[in-house]
């Protein structure tokens, strides 16, 4: 079964019937483009202001958005004008890839630190498991997320979560939704993969009451134990991408050895013009 896009046309229940009601409090205020790295923005938050704004959504009515930026979400970005325009239009962007990072600072912003989704899931757990805030994880092959939901209560006890994995097809999308709905979540975590998962959100947007979604990629199969995280000094020096280039050679050869030359390209091509006429990104 493959998960497709085509949006489901469930009628979706009055939402006071669906979720508890939040406290009304304005969001806090939104720092979404603090730097356009080859088209993208990108937020400067450090890893504690990012985990502080999500769990000030959770507070907050309606559906706020935080994507993760890495080269290959740039390159897609790129060539694909509708997934551009859905991460121009997502509350947040972050720098999920030390490239984003170091692209961002060559550029002229201050951005703090990478914030991979892999490490902010650790402090985000922690919050929601102190709070009472209950999290959905939805992505990634059979069994993956719940074995990930197993692993983040062990690291923050008592939080609570729901897991359902990402191969669903068009006909069960519908239950998928009310399921989600119906568990009233505060956090939606989404890793079905770019820009599947961007491309999912926005399809389901109007259906969906969480106040807070994060897109997470491939995150479950880190924290389920299903892929093994690279050792702290590729991780330091910027090379993750080769770690999982080497676990995955088949699926990963043309993202990375043929994307981080094109990324890096786009990357030259900004920073010249940028130079040429003193803008800055
Ligand atoms: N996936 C999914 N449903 C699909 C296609 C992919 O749940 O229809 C999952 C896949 O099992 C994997 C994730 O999406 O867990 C994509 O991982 P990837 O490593 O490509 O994401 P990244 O972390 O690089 O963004």
Request: a positive charge; proline letters at 7%.
């Amino acid at each position: 079964m493959s998960l497709t896009r085509k949006p489901a046309t469930r009628v979706v229940p009055p939402r006071a019937t669906v979720r508890r009601s939040r406290i009304r409090r304005p969001a806090p205020a939104p720092r979404t483009h603090d730097v356009n790295v080859v088209g993208v923005p990108v937020s400067g938050l450090s890893m504690t202001q990012l985990v502080q704004t999500i769990m000030g959504w959770t507070e907050t009515e309606g559906m706020k958005v935080a994507v993760g930026v890495n080269a290959n979400v740039c390159n897609l970005a790129a060539s694909d004008a509708s997934f551009r325009q859905i991460l121009l239009s997502a509350d947040l962007d972050y720098p999920d890839g030390q490239s984003i990072v170091w692209a961002a600072r060559a550029l002229g912003a201050d951005v703090p630190e990478r914030v991979a989704t892999t490490d902010l899931i650790n402090p985000l757990v922690a919050e929601c498991a102190l709070r009472g805030k209950k999290i959905y994880l939805f992505g990634a092959a059979p069994g993956v997320a719940a074995r990930a939901g197993e692993r983040l209560a062990e690291r923050a006890p008592g939080l609570q979560y729901r897991a359902r994995d990402g191969f669903v097809s068009e006909a069960e999308m519908p239950a998928l939704i009310a399921e989600i709905d119906a568990y009233d979540p505060d956090i939606l975590l989404v890793g079905l993969g770019d820009p599947l998962q961007q491309a999912w959100v926005a399809d389901h947007r109007t259906e969906l009451h969480v106040p807070a979604v994060l897109t997470c990629g491939g995150l479950f199969d880190w924290v389920s134990g299903s892929n093994r995280r690279a050792p702290q000094w590729m991780i330091s020096a910027g090379l993750e991408w080769l770690w999982r280039l080497i676990l995955e050679p088949r699926r990963l050869a043309k993202r990375y050895l043929a994307g981080n030359p094109v990324f890096l390209g786009r990357l030259t091509v900004q920073l010249l013009r940028a130079r040429l006429t003193g803008a800055r990104a």
